[in-house]
């Protein structure tokens, strides 16, 4: 019985791993199809007049470099102090097991998976008509701040939770107050997570569209001129092209716009690395 029982055991660990490594094989081999399907598609007609050049007769995406610009230093500005705040509220000024935690949690995960067009009517009615920023940088800012807002939370309070307590009562021991410790202890031992989370916010930002179109106005052939005026960004500029007669610079579009987020998953990686090393160097 022993004898057939361990034979069982091999035969099904054996169909798990040909099934993970099947699972593990279709995932790479799509993720590789749609990579190389933009860079043949695009890269031929990514050209210094459609990174830097002038709306003419020939179209641009310089205003929507601009435009994305100004909605990460707003999303971010936003969505930074108030999610890291938050998440050193829940963790560090709460019992984990209050009524109250629970319902921010909860509240915070129904916010991370509520859809970004959502989001965008939120913005729109509340923006947009309510406060009257009309189609704006600001108004599209604030919206992602929004919708970032939880997945900065719940890292940041990852990490915070990561920190060995010792630590903490090493730093009361010494007479340290909760706000020194915090500030001196605490967020120093936890800043890998937390940067790491803000450039991956920071990613979202730049591939976020449908909250987008609907409250900054996709205007692509001029760049901002403030935070109040109408504008655009690269995720936006691969529907304009794709959806006005431009599909080689949707393309184009879509392969900067793939070489960017690729570039900051990198450099989250790089810096949270950077991070902990420091962190281990300081222990």
């Given at each position: 019985?022993?004898?057939?029982?361990?034979?069982?055991?091999?035969?099904?660990?054996?169909?798990?791993?040909?099934?993970?490594?099947?699972?593990?094989?279709?995932?790479?081999?799509?993720?590789?199809?749609?990579?190389?399907?933009?860079?043949?598609?695009?890269?031929?007609?990514?050209?210094?007049?459609?990174?830097?050049?002038?709306?003419?007769?020939?179209?641009?995406?310089?205003?929507?470099?601009?435009?994305?610009?100004?909605?990460?230093?707003?999303?971010?500005?936003?969505?930074?102090?108030?999610?890291i705040g938050s998440a050193v509220f829940l963790t560090e000024?709460?019992?984990?097991?209050?009524r109250l935690v629970r319902v921010v949690r909860v509240a915070?995960?129904?916010?991370?998976?509520?859809?970004?067009?959502?989001?965008?009517?939120?913005?729109?009615?509340?923006?947009?008509?309510?406060?009257?920023?009309?189609?704006?940088?600001?108004?599209?800012?604030?919206?992602?701040?929004?919708?970032?807002?939880?997945?900065?939370?719940?890292?940041?309070?990852?990490?915070?939770?990561?920190?060995?307590?010792?630590?903490?009562?090493?730093?009361?021991?010494?007479?340290?107050?909760?706000?020194?410790?915090?500030?001196?202890?605490?967020?120093?031992?936890?800043?890998?997570?937390?940067?790491?989370?803000?450039?991956?916010?920071?990613?979202?930002?730049?591939?976020?569209?449908?909250?987008?179109?609907?409250?900054?106005?996709?205007?692509?052939?001029?760049?901002?001129?403030?935070?109040?005026?109408?504008?655009?960004?690269?995720?936006?500029?691969?529907?304009?092209?794709?959806?006005?007669?431009?599909?080689?610079?949707a393309a184009a579009t879509a392969v900067v716009l793939l070489?960017?987020?690729?570039?900051?998953?990198?450099?989250?990686?790089?810096?949270?690395?950077?991070?902990?090393?420091?962190?281990?160097?300081?222990?």
């Amino acid at each position: 019985m022993k004898k057939n029982a361990h034979k069982r055991q091999i035969i099904q660990f054996a169909v798990y791993r040909i099934l993970s490594q099947g699972a593990l094989i279709i995932s790479l081999t799509a993720l590789i199809s749609v990579i190389v399907f933009i860079l043949v598609r695009g890269f031929p007609y990514v050209d210094m007049q459609l990174l830097f050049g002038e709306w003419g007769s020939k179209p641009s995406i310089k205003p929507a470099f601009t435009g994305t610009l100004y909605i990460i230093f707003i999303s971010i500005s936003i969505a930074a102090p108030i999610g890291i705040g938050s998440a050193v509220f829940l963790t560090e000024y709460t019992n984990s097991r209050s009524r109250l935690v629970r319902v921010v949690r909860v509240a915070v995960e129904t916010l991370a998976g509520i859809p970004s067009i959502v989001y965008g009517i939120f913005g729109y009615l509340v923006f947009v008509t309510a406060l009257g920023f009309r189609y704006s940088i600001l108004g599209g800012g604030i919206t992602l701040a929004v919708m970032i807002l939880p997945v900065i939370v719940r890292s940041t309070e990852e990490s915070l939770l990561a920190v060995p307590q010792t630590l903490r009562e090493g730093s009361f021991a010494l007479g340290s107050s909760k706000v020194r410790t915090i500030f001196s202890v605490i967020l120093p031992c936890a800043a890998s997570g937390i940067v790491t989370a803000l450039i991956l916010a920071a990613g979202r930002v730049i591939s976020e569209s449908a909250a987008l179109l609907m409250t900054i106005g996709m205007v692509v052939n001029r760049s901002p001129s403030g935070f109040m005026s109408p504008g655009t960004s690269l995720a936006l500029n691969v529907y304009y092209f794709g959806s006005h007669g431009y599909p080689e610079q949707a393309a184009a579009t879509a392969v900067v716009l793939l070489c960017l987020v690729v570039s900051i998953n990198i450099s989250a990686t790089i810096l949270g690395k950077i991070f902990g090393k420091g962190e281990l160097a300081d222990g």
